[in-house]
């Protein structure tokens, strides 16, 4: 069984809403027995595991991962985002390094786990008295949740660690500082068996929700439905081509029973409004969020430049537009009543909800994106390809005032795990197939996403189980997209030398007319990319690589 080595305790800092459970800070003069002394200062450590989740918006030098796929461009020249996509990327400059960070969240896991092992005598108190004996439940309670909590976490930082580099070094205890990291790696299907056994292991142990609890502050902590969510990604990945390449059906019928168990908990639902799903300070869609601080970063990077106080930041990209398709259930390419001269009329309504486009109402006037318009070339930073972002970003903010408002970044909600389950069920038994002990066929969850009110896509028809996963893959392209799916589902497909190897489009816009005026749409590549085999993995950090004085060996290529 291979150890970790536990460096220091670390103060616990996350920006965060005021009244949120992370709010919390941790002094860093405690030591680590001192930690583990009280109720009060194990809870806090506990909870500080929180902050090593992934961040959403912004997360790579102030970009979303979104500009480093097909999804968008980022606006902001030398950014690190542009390395990742012009493959200027290495084992010793990585953008999205997440090594060291991950195992960080592990280590502090791991050392709440063994610490808090005899959690009911550390908090031991007077329970003669009835507030005593109460203070005493409440305890016991809340670390015997975050115990489990922090079993799931430490599953999650794993994930994220596989899903970028393969199979790595499994560390379930802790070391003195003394030892050296002598670690090698663990294949890809042990991380997953691993993975999966402790997140197995946890859920009986977690609460159902936290909704309701104490005022809702602690919505944003596991719940059981978080962890089996994070289990039914898991299994997809694994039964994904990258890392399932003979195709092994079991793999998939594991995925397909992982999210159907999600889906029959019957404790989740689509939200009825797909745009204002995204700035909701709670929804039954929510399985798992990171709540953020009140802001306007996400506004300022989002908005058309005309507007003052925009800056620039990510660009929607005419790939992705193009991937929406028309209210008939067709392709723009299959579609005869497509008009290239009204590019954005009759289209799935989730494309405006998300994506800001020319001559479209936004914060009060008409959006200007041709040549010499208010948001178009010629303006500073305005948009490359000719489109902003809309999704996550609130529309009602003034700039000028410096206000703000508060933002979730989603990690699960309930439309994933209804197109996790659409995916495997395809794979496995193909599109109308209903197995026993499963409720819904793929059919149904895909058409199931398409149809939430507000959105009401016609149904999908394609019979065979190849154009199915076609017509799913664009599904996840669209109701995902900006969420951080696409930039691993190209991996995990194996298609990313198509999906990101290609140039990104956009438009270039003119407007002509005195009277009535009409706009041309001439497409332009404007950011070329670049993909290799060996990019399907992320390089190994290569001072990791040299401190095991190689016992930890390098992916392929790198």
């Known amino acids: 069984m291979k150890k970790i080595v536990i460096l220091l305790v670390g103060a616990f800092v996350l920006t965060a809403c005021e009244k949120n459970f992370?709010?919390?800070?941790?002094?860093?003069?405690?030591?680590?027995?001192?930690?583990?002394?009280?109720?009060?200062?194990?809870?806090?450590?506990?909870?500080?595991?929180?902050?090593?989740?992934?961040?959403?918006?912004g997360r790579i030098d102030g970009a979303l991962l979104a500009s480093a796929s097909d999804e968008a461009v980022h606006a902001w020249?030398?950014?690190?985002?542009?390395?990742?996509?012009?493959?200027?990327?290495?084992?010793?400059?990585?953008?999205?390094?997440?090594?060291?960070?991950?195992?960080?969240?592990?280590?502090?896991?791991?050392?709440?786990?063994?610490r808090s092992a005899d959690y009911r005598q550390i908090v031991y108190r007077d329970t003669i008295?009835?507030?005593?004996?109460?203070?005493?439940?409440?305890?016991?309670n809340d670390i015997g949740w975050l115990r489990a909590e922090a079993v799931v976490l430490r599953a999650f930082f794993y994930f994220e660690l596989i899903k970028r580099y393969g199979g790595v070094p499994i560390v379930q205890e802790v070391l003195d500082a003394e030892e050296a990291p002598m670690l090698p790696r663990n294949s890809y299907e042990q991380c997953v068996e691993f993975i999966v056994t402790q997140i197995d292991g946890a859920i009986p142990a977690l609460r159902d929700s936290w909704r309701g609890f104490q005022s809702d502050r602690f919505l944003g902590r596991i719940t059981q439905g978080a962890a089996m969510a994070l289990k039914a990604r898991v299994l997809l990945y694994a039964a994904s081509p990258l890392n399932n390449p003979t195709d092994d059906a079991s793999k998939w019928l594991a995925a397909a029973?992982?999210?159907?168990?999600?889906?029959?908990?019957?404790?989740?639902?689509?939200?009825?409004?797909?745009?204002?799903?995204?700035?909701?300070?709670?929804?039954g869609e929510f399985i798992l969020v990171r709540r953020y601080d009140a802001s306007n970063d996400l506004e300022r990077s989002s908005y058309p430049v005309g507007f003052e106080g925009a800056r620039g930041g990510t660009n929607p990209s005419q790939n992705l537009v193009d991937a929406y398709e028309?209210?008939?259930?067709?392709?723009?390419?299959?579609?005869?009543?497509?008009?290239?001269?009204?590019?954005?009329?009759?289209?799935?309504?989730?494309?405006?909800?998300?994506?800001?486009?020319?001559?479209?109402?936004?914060?009060?006037?008409?959006?200007?994106?041709?040549?010499?318009?208010l948001d178009g070339p010629g303006k500073p930073r305005a948009s490359e390809t000719g489109y902003y972002l809309k999704k996550f970003v609130d529309e009602g903010l003034d700039l000028l005032q410096d206000r703000t408002s508060t933002h979730n970044w989603i990690y699960f909600r309930y439309a994933e795990i209804l197109l996790n389950y659409a995916e495997a069920m395809n794979e496995a038994h193909?599109?109308?197939?209903?197995?026993?002990?499963?409720?819904?066929?793929?059919?149904?969850?895909?058409?199931?996403?398409?149809?939430?009110?507000?959105?009401?896509?016609?149904?999908?028809?394609?019979?065979?189980?190849?154009?199915?996963?076609?017509r799913l893959r664009n599904e996840r392209r669209v109701e995902l997209a900006f969420e951080e799916h696409r930039f691993w589902d190209v991996r995990r497909w194996q298609i990313a030398e198509q999906a990101l190897g290609q140039p990104i489009r956009g438009?270039?816009?003119?407007?002509?007319?005195?009277?009535?005026?009409?706009?041309?749409?001439?497409?332009?590549?404007?950011?070329?990319?670049?993909?290799?085999?060996?990019?399907?993995?992320?390089?190994?950090?290569?001072?990791?690589?040299?401190?095991?004085?190689?016992?930890?060996?390098?992916?392929?290529?790198?």
């Open 129 to 140: 008295t009835e507030s005593g004996k109460n203070a005493y439940i409440n305890d016991v």
């Open 507 to 558: 438009v270039a816009i003119a407007r002509a007319g005195d009277g009535t005026i009409t706009y041309t749409y001439p497409e332009q590549a404007v950011q070329s990319r670049v993909f290799g085999s060996k990019m399907y993995r992320y390089p190994i950090p290569r001072v990791e690589v040299e401190k095991t004085n190689g016992a930890l060996t390098q992916n392929e290529g790198w």
């Open 77 to 114: 020249p030398g950014s690190g985002v542009h390395r990742l996509v012009n493959g200027s990327w290495s084992a010793f400059n990585n953008p999205d390094d997440q090594w060291a960070a991950n195992y960080a969240g592990i280590r502090k896991a791991t050392l709440f786990l063994e």
């Open 22 to 57: 992370l709010d919390r800070r941790l002094d860093t003069n405690y030591t680590v027995d001192q930690v583990f002394n009280s109720a009060g200062t194990m809870r806090d450590f506990g909870l500080g595991i929180y902050a090593y989740l992934p961040a959403g918006f």
């Open 257 to 283: 029973q992982a999210a159907h168990d999600v889906i029959a908990l019957d404790r989740y639902a689509l939200a009825g409004n797909y745009r204002d799903l995204f700035r909701a300070v709670d929804n």
């Open 326 to 373: 028309t209210t008939n259930g067709l392709s723009i390419d299959e579609d005869p009543a497509y008009d290239p001269q009204q590019p954005y009329a009759n289209r799935d309504p989730r494309l405006q909800m998300s994506i800001i486009v020319n001559n479209s109402s936004y914060k009060g006037r008409t959006v200007e994106l041709w040549s010499g318009g």
């Open 430 to 470: 193909g599109p109308d197939a209903l197995p026993a002990g499963f409720t819904l066929s793929a059919r149904e969850a895909l058409d199931r996403v398409r149809q939430r009110p507000g959105v009401d896509m016609q149904p999908v028809t394609d019979a065979d189980q190849a154009a199915f996963r076609e």
